[in-house]
């Protein structure tokens, strides 16, 4: 094959790798029935939520709705995983103050067993482990005891100096320590020693150890420290809902103005639309994303609508039209190349 040849290959397939690098995905919509109110996304798309009736349920991307049993009021979800495990906080019968709850794989819905006059999860993660803390609790020093319920069986963790807010699958956690100012990190029983500022208000945390959220004067950001080296990306003027295990961020401008960061670069996802069937609707916020990169948004219509959605990305057509044709291109002169040797 002529060199020229090669190099126009070579640029046609570095120019579909680039562009699948750079451009963000574009989406088409699933509107989520008016009867159930979203609240959080797992890595199968199922969307654990509230139904009218004040329960929880689990939206399957097939459309069914799984209703959860349980006397509850006063429903917060806060937690959902790949297991199908939900947790929350709910007033239950015989409690006059929240407690925390949990619906394992579909099942009945369970008190987590810790003592205390109040009991909040604060989330679960892909190994079942929960995090939370008690407000009240008997025999201790402190005001509220955090507490991680392992998800192998093992013996449960329990702090009278600090409350984990994130935990990611590998068991790092986030948290609140009694009496010192900002966030800290603890893993395999040690404390970290990085002491994240006081103005960072942390909303997610990935499996890579990268946080994200809002610092106190509103811009949103994105951080990881490597080796004692933070890498700070800020994101845009807001405030920041999720974030993926590939460091996709999302969330809303202070004009509510649902957003996206993608590989470096903040985007609209109102400009992200693939679906003309709901033209006309602007995203306002982005509650949560996926691994699959899924997102769950909310959105307004052209007559004052308001809706829930499940934004699922669609491949990116001007990367596979240029892979498309540089197969074609090699293919066809691999032909005219044995023409000649046959001539």
């Not at 794989?105 to 679960?124: D, K, S």
């Not at 994130?166 to 395999?188: A, H, K, M, Y």
Request: aromatic letters at 10%; charged letters at 15%; glycine letters at 12%.
């Amino acid at each position: 094959m002529p060199k020229f040849v090669q190099l126009l290959v070579a640029v046609l397939a570095l120019a579909a790798c680039t562009a699948s690098a750079q451009q963000a995905p574009l989406y088409r919509a699933t509107r989520l029935d008016g009867q159930f109110s979203p609240r959080i996304l797992n890595d199968l798309g199922q969307i654990a939520g509230i139904g009218q009736d004040g329960k929880p349920a689990i939206w399957n991307p097939d459309g069914s709705l799984l209703q959860l049993s349980g006397a509850v009021s006063q429903l917060t979800i806060t937690g959902f995983n790949n297991q199908g495990t939900l947790v929350g906080n709910a007033v239950i019968p015989g409690y006059s103050l929240p407690q925390a709850v949990a619906w394992r794989h579909g099942g009945a819905m369970e008190r987590l067993p810790f003592q205390g006059l109040a009991g909040f999860a604060q989330g679960i993660n892909n190994r079942g482990d929960i995090i939370g803390y008690m407000a009240g609790a008997p025999d201790t020093r402190s005001e509220q005891v955090g507490f991680i319920q392992w998800g192998d069986g093992r013996t449960p963790q329990q702090f009278d100096d600090y409350t984990p807010q994130l935990i990611n699958d590998l068991g790092f956690v986030i948290g609140q320590r009694s009496g010192e100012p900002g966030v800290r990190s603890w893993q395999d029983g040690a404390f970290g020693q990085s002491l994240f500022s006081n103005d960072l208000f942390i909303r997610a945390l990935n499996n890579e150890g990268r946080v994200a959220g809002t610092q106190s004067d509103y811009h949103a950001f994105s951080l990881v420290e490597r080796d004692g080296v933070r890498d700070m990306q800020e994101l845009w003027f807001g405030f920041v809902s999720g974030m993926n295990n590939a460091g996709s961020v999302v969330g809303e401008t202070e004009f509510s103005l649902a957003m996206l960061w993608y590989q470096g670069r903040a985007y609209a996802l109102d400009h992200l639309w693939a679906d003309p069937q709901f033209s006309g609707w602007s995203l306002l916020s982005a509650r949560g994303i996926n691994d699959r990169g899924e997102i769950l948004a909310s959105a307004t219509g052209p007559f004052e609508e308001y809706a829930q959605f499940l934004l699922s990305p669609v491949p990116e057509p001007r990367a596979s039209t240029l892979l498309l044709a540089g197969l074609l291109l090699l293919l066809a002169l691999g032909r005219v190349q044995q023409k000649l040797h046959a001539n």
